[in-house]
């Protein structure tokens, strides 16, 4: 049995210790947010946090899991408040099929938790993520934008 | 112009009409569309919309979701004559079963050639206008008061001369019951107060909230999962596979063999893939083991060289025209197979019980789905359902139904039980239709005053249509194939084009544009080439071929004068320009780019004007624009699926290389031109002219013309 918190609840699961992380969350505890894009921590569509830190979840064993903290989309609004994240994505339209998105939105999370005013250059260097339908300019403006948010509510 | 899947469309009409009319049949599942937080409760009011009491109202969808946001646009077409609260709109996708049971009552289902909003705006607007005018009859009926006294705005009835009021829901129940009118009057353009204005999309929300949208995303009680292995040579087939090797392992359900391919079946995705991992399998790979990106090549360029190929077009006379030439332009060209590479693999989800079936897929035609299922499992189409899933992405691909015949073959072998197949990213590599190898070779004339006279092309091409409609081939022509240059918009005195058709053992299929994703890029390069050896501009150049051509025109000066065509630029900063028509939509691109002598590529600005006729939602237009320059860019830079030993050699996107951020040029001009009269495509038609448009600006930066893609393969790189 390994247990792991996700989105503040918590779950023992009965896998191997080397399945990874994704396969977990979507198929074992059916948390569908995070999604299954190359199996190979090259898209980044299964992007979630371990203990605030985007990872591939693709490439994590749970066993890597065990006893921490796992955050998903799905765990990202605040007593039904969008994260100003989300807001932003929506406020800019950036989703096209979508199906990149929620990795999309985990990494830029991730990196404005670290950096309050990303540049250009900070966003290229954290947003490794693929879109194919190519909606990159919308996230970097909508990058921006929650940025601009973030500093004025905690300001 | 291509219709896509029309071939199984037609399957699908000729099963419909040998399964009769007798349609009275219990469900497994009840008839239900699946929509995010849709609730149709209320009286329907025409096929296409529910008003619901709370004056909500959800618009029916009949074509796919796969991010280019038609079903927004398709709901705005209703709502502009319905004259509904916009606000209070949701969508849902239609249900094939009932799609079947009420005689296609929907229309065509298929999503692909940019045709969702072209092919049914004027049965969707007049949907809206003939609900509109049931709700209103309603309220003059119970009013008592001619319904010309009446008038319908933001979902409210009011009339005009008492002010009374009536909200659509209050009147919703008693209009279902009148007969829709026969003919409905549709608003002047000048009238619209939706289309045309950005609208925010319906999808947004529940997809930044990570919603199980997705195919992949479907979850049913019990069930399983499977995983495949396909012949990795295209046409070969299953030998034998060693099933005891995984026996008793933990979470197995079944090892299922198909014709050319091993399906694992389990109790979670990741147990039956490393399981499939583990089984030997022997495949027939059949005639193709030796076959390469070089012997298909070679294959393919022979009909460059054949003496006796199909002639698809001969006006005047070129070989006469060629003996008078002053000059002569001879050159050839290259594009390679292309994959899809939509971000959700392929998958499928399928319950056969008994002789009934129910599917959930993500695909680009639920009815050829229904029909594919249908047969697949030998039932009648009565008793299938298809449940539409939002798509990650499709891009042609899913227009397909090879995923889903597969996973309706592990549903039945596992009978009783749902079954998810999802691909693993290197099967959905090695096992797409991919973009068709192709190879011109053009010869051009030019006068002594530098006008073109005479034109030839030869075209040695992979047929889509060979394999999908064979019937469009007439006597060895697929016209199909020839998008972009057997209707090139130019005139020309002497043209004549030539087609040989030449097939390898590669499935080749519609990937976004088709065949305007690499016939404009060979055709506009030339174009360019001519403009050199003419010593003309080559913007002036093209406008003077264009005279007869306004829409063509109209987006190539567009381009032109929003990138200042003409105007000084920066030191060593080169522009590129290039102009084409396609999906019913016109589009011109510029880039400006500079080159360093090591080859580094920098992309400083591109500009894209599109005219697609009306824009329905131009927040969606230039999301198309930004995403076609993505796509086009992705397969100018680096696209390029090769094989070795009758198999695919990229497995997944460490060697199929996609856009990222950083690599996605920052200044991206999306210029909309409508110039109203007609409906046209906006998915595919921006990405026509980008290759072409940057392959001329390198060559304005370099002296150095390209000819062959991807650009990797020139020794060129992004800066
Ligand atoms: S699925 Fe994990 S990075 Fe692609
Ligand atoms: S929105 Fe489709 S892959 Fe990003």
Known sequence: MIELTVNGRKHSVDVEPEMPLLWVLRDVLDVKGPKFGCGIAQCGACTVHLNGEPVRSCSVPVSAAANQKVLTIEGLAQRGQLHPVQKAWIDHEVPQCGYCQSGQIMAAVALLAKNRDPSDKDIDAAMTNICRCGTYARIRTAIHAAAKTLKSTKA | ?719
């Open chain 2, 1 to 719: 112009m291509p219709i896509l899947f029309r071939k199984s469309r037609r399957d699908f009409l000729k099963v419909s009409t040998a399964a009769g009319g007798g349609l009275a049949l219990q469900f497994m599942i009840p008839a239900r569309a699946i929509a995010a937080g849709a609730v149709a409760k209320g009286p329907e009011l025409t096929a296409w919309l529910v008003v619901n009491p709370d004056n909500s109202v959800v618009i029916r969808v009949a074509r796919s979701e796969m991010g280019q946001g038609s079903s927004t646009g398709l709901a705005m077409l209703v709502a502009e004559e319905l004259e509904c609260d916009w606000t209070k709109v949701r969508t849902e996708f239609v249900s094939t079963a009932e799609h079947v049971r009420r005689n296609r009552v929907w229309g065509s289902m298929a999503t692909g050639g940019s045709r969702s909003i072209r092919d049914s705006q004027e049965y969707l607007r007049q949907a809206g206008a003939a609900a509109r005018e049931m709700l209103v009859a309603a309220a003059a009926q119970r009013w008592k008061v001619p319904a010309s006294e009446c008038d319908a705005e933001n979902g409210v009835i009011t009339h005009t001369l008492s002010l009374r009021k009536l909200r659509f829901g209050q009147v919703a129940l008693a209009a279902s019951k009148l007969e829709p009118p026969k003919d409905v009057k549709l608003k002047d353009p000048k009238a619209w107060n939706l289309i045309g204005k950005p609208a925010r999309r319906l999808d947004i929300p529940d997809k930044v909230r990570g919603k199980p949208l997705f195919g992949i995303d479907v979850q049913q009680p019990g069930m399983a999962y499977a995983a495949i292995a396909q012949c990795p040579v295209f046409r070969g087939k299953l030998a034998t596979v060693a099933g005891e090797r995984i026996k008793g392992m933990r979470g197995l359900i079944k090892v299922v063999q198909l014709e050319d391919a091993v399906a694992v079946v389990a109790d979670n995705w990741w147990r039956a893939d490393r399981m499939l991992k583990l089984l030997p399998i022997e495949w027939d790979v059949g005639p193709n083991g030796g076959a390469s990106t070089e012997s298909i090549r070679e294959f393919v360029r022979f009909g460059l060289e054949d003496s006796s190929v199909p002639v698809a077009r001969d006006d005047g006379n070129v070989e006469a025209a060629f003996a008078q030439a002053a000059k002569l332009i001879e050159s050839e060209y290259y594009a390679p197979f292309l994959n899809h590479a939509p971000l959700e693999p392929m998958n499928c989800t399928a319950l056969v019980k008994g002789d009934r079936v129910e599917v959930w897929a993500p695909t680009q035609n639920a009815e050829a789905t229904h029909a594919a299922a249908a047969a697949t499992a030998g039932v009648p189409l009565e008793n299938v359902e298809v449940h539409l899933t939002h798509l990650g992405g499709g891009f042609g691909r899913r227009g397909f139904q090879d995923y889903t015949r597969q996973a309706v073959s592990i549903a039945k072998a596992v009978e009783g039980r749902p079954v998810k197949l999802l691909w693993s990213r290197e099967e959905d590599m090695q096992h797409d239709y991919y973009r068709p190898m192709t190879l011109m070779r053009f010869k051009a004339a030019l006068d002594s005053s530098g006008k073109l006279t005479a034109w030839r092309v030869r075209d040695a091409s992979h047929s889509i249509m060979a394999g999908v409609r064979p019937q469009e081939i007439k006597e060895g022509i697929d016209r199909h194939a020839l998008g972009g240059i057997v209707d090139m918009p130019y005139e020309v005195p002497n043209l004549r084009i030539e087609f040989a058709m030449r097939n390898s053992h590669v499935p080749v299929g519609f990937m976004r544009t088709v065949f305007h994703s690499q016939n404009p890029f060979m055709r506009e390069c030339f174009v360019d080439e001519m403009a050199s050896a003419a010593g003309k501009d080559p913007y002036e150049f093209r406008r003077a071929l264009l005279q007869g051509r306004p829409k063509d025109l109209g987006v190539l000066d567009a381009a032109a004068r929003v990138s200042g065509w003409g105007s000084p630029l920066p030191a060593g900063v080169h522009r590129g320009i290039a102009v084409q028509d396609s999906h019913g939509s016109y589009a011109g691109a510029v880039f400006e780019v500079s080159v360093s002598a090591a080859g580094e590529l920098d992309i400083r600005r591109v500009v894209v004007a599109v005219d697609p006729g009306y824009v329905v939602n131009p927040d969606s237009a230039e999301a198309q624009v930004q995403s076609c320059v993505a796509y086009g860019l992705t397969s100018v830079l680096w696209g390029e699926i090769t094989l070795r030993e009758g198999r695919v050699e990229q497995s997944n996107f460490h060697d199929y290389r996609l856009m990222r951020i950083a690599e996605m040029p920052k200044r991206i001009e999306a210029v909309l031109v409508p110039s109203g009269g007609f409906w046209g495509g906006m998915g595919e038609t921006p990405l026509a002219p980008l290759a072409p448009a940057l392959a001329n600006a390198i060559f304005a930066a370099t002296g150095k013309r390209i000819r062959s893609l991807p650009l990797k393969n020139q020794g060129l790189r992004l800066a």
